[in-house]
């Protein structure tokens, strides 16, 4: 397995950072939680004089009064510190995540709710090995697949919305781990009666082509390749999703090309028929990517490996 750790790109400026200490971050989260010097104080067992010191020190730093009185006993929270106290909050628990915590995780009896960025194919083709295994280990462990949508899974990643992405083709930042699960190569895919038993370039040019496309467009890696060699093909259909492919070809004379690993499995439960690919077409690798704040969480940990023992049983069949 190949992992790919990277480095982060932010500069950090010391000398200013240098103005802020732990206790100053806990005392806004605080300080914006309750709205109330007094409150904050007891919550963090501190004196009252402590926290209003301490309020001073955070009104200089940030610029912003933090806390502004609204009448004799009321406080309120400035627009700035509501807008930025997310952050800071994201800040204190990477912190506790990262230096502090000392999960036990057991995953027959955790609760846990995983997020996962895939496609219907990567999908289909692990969940066949994976779910067995996640429904006898960890019970209560649920799973939730969101489309695949390259444009922005590293941003799903960086704001915490998705725990994993699963596909291949990411420009990776230098804070994002990426571990190979499996290599795949493309077949095409016609209807069972058939009667090639290959074929040629002319014969796959002449074709109507359904398309596996993610760009809602009519072109691929197919296109580039017929062009070539002075050749093209007719796009009839394109779409998004990867298994509606199979039941569009089962009833139609269409030639499609598909993963070889999903192919397989299809042609054996609905009678299709694979023959290889008149044109060179390169395979692709199946890598799972995640945030380097999860790295060295157990709970993460453990459905890593978990989606590593469903991309070797693949291998044993």
């Known amino acids: 397995m190949n992992l790919i ?9 010391y000398a200013s950072l240098r103005q802020l200490d732990l206790n100053l971050l806990l005392a806004f989260d605080i300080l914006v939680e309750e709205a109330s010097v007094t409150q904050a104080a007891e919550k963090l067992n501190m004196s009252q004089s402590a926290m209003s010191h301490a309020l001073k020190r955070l009104r200089a730093v940030l610029g912003d009064p933090i806390l502004i009185r609204t009448s004799q006993r009321q406080m309120e929270v400035t ?3 509501r807008e930025i106290s997310p952050q800071v909050r994201q800040v204190l628990t990477d912190i506790q995540e990262t230096l502090l915590a000392k999960d036990v995780f057991d995953p027959a009896t955790a609760q846990e709710d995983f997020r996962i960025a895939t496609n219907d194919y990567v999908e289909a083709t692990l969940s066949a090995h994976l ?17 695949m949508d390259k444009d922005t899974a590293l941003a799903s990643l960086d704001n915490n919305s998705i725990d994993l992405f699963i596909g291949a083709g990411l420009d990776l930042k230098r804070w994002h781990i990426r571990e190979a699960l499996y290599p795949e ?3 095409c895919v016609v209807q069972s009666d058939c009667p090639l038993t290959e074929l040629s370039l002319e014969e796959y040019a002449s074709r109507s082509h359904i398309l596996v496309s993610l760009q809602d ?3 691929g890696v197919g296109d580039l390749i017929l062009e070539q060699q002075q050749q093209s093909r007719q796009v009839v259909w394109s779409t998004p999703h990867f298994m509606a492919v199979p039941f569009m070809l089962a009833n139609s004379d ?8 999903m192919a397989e499995r299809c042609a054996r439960e609905m009678g299709l028929k694979l023959l290889p690919p008149p044109i060179d077409v390169t395979g692709f690798t199946v890598s799972m990517v995640w945030h380097q704040r999860h790295n060295n969480r157990p709970q993460h940990q453990w459905l890593r ?3 590593i023992a469903a991309a070797q049983r693949l291998s044993d069949l």
């Open 5 to 13: 750790p990277e480095e982060s790109s932010v500069t950090i400026d």
């Open 79 to 81: 627009p700035y510190a």
């Open 131 to 147: 779910l067995p295994e996640l429904m006898q280990q960890a019970p209560e462990i649920q799973v939730r697949i969101a489309g």
């Open 185 to 187: 190569e493309f077949v």
């Open 217 to 219: 467009d009519f072109r």
């Open 254 to 261: 269409c030639v499609a090309l598909l993963p070889k690993r």
């Open 305 to 307: 490996s978990q989606l």
